[in-house]
């Protein structure tokens, strides 16, 4: 069994915020304010080291926090802007101190939070990696050793001897991930930053990321915003809102809720009976299979998915059918699909109850969560009986194994949706 590498027990940050200072409503208020201003300015001074648990100025960045982390575990960590995730990051890199809790790391730390961190600006590429490595407790033959490697990861090979202050943001995240991912340390700590990079370097950290912990069995943490990415790196997400965690388990719960889907509807199946007096159709029972069996949560992209719906008809002489609309967790409609024959020619249905299916085809789903919304609809003249907008949910996975499109690539694969496509042999045409 992995050994415990991070321990964080009831950790919390607090922080004084500045106040929006009073405005008076009157001439004789504000020169009463302004005879006030030295006695209220020393007063303010003179309480700046002393937090009031009820004070407006006071903004608890983290509170409670409690987790731990096994050697090997890729952990995400996600949540909304001023969640917390940073101020953790930077407390368990040891760049700001907790105001109260506990932390064991079993490791050293190697940490790229923001664009330049650790970086001496008037120092050269190559004169940084080796004081980073120094900091990591390196020695100078270890740092010769990674050197080369280091500095072709980056790809700033022709600048490695300028100033840092010099460098681009993106230069200086590429040199960046490169000496943190290179320099061995056994536990990794990326931020957000990596969206500063270009899209050929995000696809090599992605895949570095991924080789670090499962060849060499180190730990990373990674907060990021491409929930395809937390989806395809990480073992357990812990899920931040208001400084506190919410949830702590599995990627494809952690993004439903932080997407804000409840996680009754999460599932494969979903019943529904919500007939009013005036309904003239509606959705029954909606489910997910894959091989005959009823989907959870999860599905490999290998799989084709079939769409079962079970709808009623309350009234004659109605041309009902379903569609479904699917989207990703961004947003992005990626398809739409209607029953064509009752587009093209309405059928009458008669009162009672039917079945529908549709089947979307293996590898044609990215990685990543795909919500599907159901519909039941007639055509001429148009009428929406209903419509549940993403009633369902998956995760789409991949394992890389060298079967689905992505065949054996670790890094950032990029596209809405992912086909397999058949390509022609290869051959010469000397």
Request: a positive charge; aromatic letters at 8%.
């Amino acid at each position: 069994m992995s050994k415990t590498i991070i321990k964080v027990e009831n950790l919390s940050k607090r922080y004084r915020i500045g106040l929006k200072e009073k405005k008076a409503d009157t001439f004789t208020q504000q020169l009463w304010n302004n005879f006030k201003a030295p006695i209220e300015n020393y007063k303010r001074i003179k309480s700046l080291g002393k937090f009031e648990e009820e004070s407006d100025s006071v903004h608890w960045a983290l509170k409670d926090v409690s987790f731990e982390v096994k050697q090997g575990e890729v952990l995400g960590i996600i949540g909304k802007n001023g969640a917390g995730k940073s101020t953790l990051l930077k407390i368990l890199s040891k760049i700001a101190e907790p105001t109260s809790g506990r932390i064991e790391l079993n490791g050293r730390v190697a940490a790229l939070l923001e664009v330049g961190t650790g970086f001496h600006p008037e120092l050269t590429g190559r004169e940084n990696i080796y004081m980073n490595g120094t900091i990591l407790g390196m020695t100078k033959k270890e740092i010769d050793r990674k050197l080369d490697e280091i500095i072709d990861f980056s790809g700033v090979e022709k600048y490695v001897d300028t100033p840092v202050k010099f460098y681009s943001s993106g230069m200086r995240v590429r040199l960046g991930f490169s000496v943190a991912a290179h320099l061995e340390p056994e536990i990794l700590v990326i931020d957000e930053v990596l969206a500063v990079g270009d899209f050929e370097f995000q696809k090599k950290c992605l895949g570095k990321m991924k080789d670090v912990s499962e060849r060499e069995g180190r730990t990373v943490l990674f907060v990021s915003h491409q929930m395809d990415a937390i989806t395809r790196l990480c073992t357990r997400v812990l899920l931040l809102n208001n400084g506190e965690i919410t949830f702590n388990g599995n990627p494809t719960t952690s993004i439903k809720k932080y997407l804000g889907k409840d996680e009754n509807q999460n599932g494969g199946i979903v019943n529904l009976d919500r007939r009013n007096e005036n309904q003239l159709a509606g959705l029954k029972t909606i489910c997910l299979k894959s091989n005959s069996k009823k989907l959870n949560s999860s599905v490999d992209v290998r799989n084709a998915i079939l769409v079962e719906v079970i709808f009623e008809v309350f009234q004659d002489g109605l041309a009902v059918s379903p569609g479904i609309n699917v989207h990703n967790e961004f947003g992005d409609h990626l398809f739409t699909s209607h029953h064509v024959d009752y587009m093209v020619s309405s059928r009458p249905l008669n009162k009672g109850t039917y079945q529908s299916e549709v089947t979307i085809p293996s590898n044609f789903l990215a990685e990543g969560v795909v919500f599907f919304s159901i519909a039941l609809i007639q055509y001429t003249p148009f009428i929406v009986f209903q419509n549940e907008e993403k009633i369902l949910s998956l995760t789409i996975t991949d394992a890389v194994d060298g079967t689905s499109a992505r065949g054996t690539y670790g890094g950032y694969f990029p596209g809405l949706v992912r086909p397999k496509l058949e390509w022609g042999r290869i051959k010469s045409i000397k």
